[in-house]
């Protein structure tokens, strides 16, 4: 089955930058609306969708939090999801995670409900410090 590894996380100050890597490997979408997603969990809170790759169209969703300032992407041939994140502030604290699975609108699945995921990695800290 697949595996997904992430990367990057660390301490950052706030205002700065960093690029969070999850390698997937033993993954194919055959069904539904293909999609590669982040999601973000801090202690005591629900975990919430920050970005997603729609893979078969090509295109983004962002959660409003993550407008503007953070941007997701993949590299095909390296078999890597990307989220880079720029202006991080006390709110990105959190563990991040990525996520891939296939979305069916008909049962009500959207890319933001951690539902929808098939698949995760073990998370990475991303910690926002002054």
């Known amino acids: 089955q697949a595996q997904l590894m992430e990367s990057g996380g660390d301490s950052v100050q706030a205002g700065g930058s960093l690029r969070l890597s999850c390698v997937i490997s033993?993954?194919?979408?055959?069904?539904?609306?293909?999609?590669m997603a982040w999601f973000r969990q801090a202690p005591g809170k629900e975990r919430e969708g920050v970005a997603a790759?729609?893979?078969?169209?090509?295109?983004?969703d962002y959660a409003d939090s993550a407008k503007g300032r953070f941007a997701i992407s993949r590299d095909i041939v390296k078999n890597t999801l990307y989220l880079q994140m720029t202006d991080v502030n006390s709110e990105d604290s959190a563990m991040y995670f990525c996520?891939?699975?296939?979305?069916?609108?008909?049962?009500?699945?959207?890319?933001?409900?951690?539902?929808?995921?098939?698949?995760w990695g073990q998370g990475t800290q991303v910690t926002v410090s002054p």
């Open positions: 996520a891939v699975g296939a979305l069916f609108p008909e049962r009500g699945a959207t890319w933001d409900r951690p539902s929808s995921y098939t698949y």
């Open positions: 033993q993954y194919s979408c055959t069904g539904g609306r293909c999609v």
């Open positions: 790759l729609h893979t078969g169209v090509g295109s983004i």
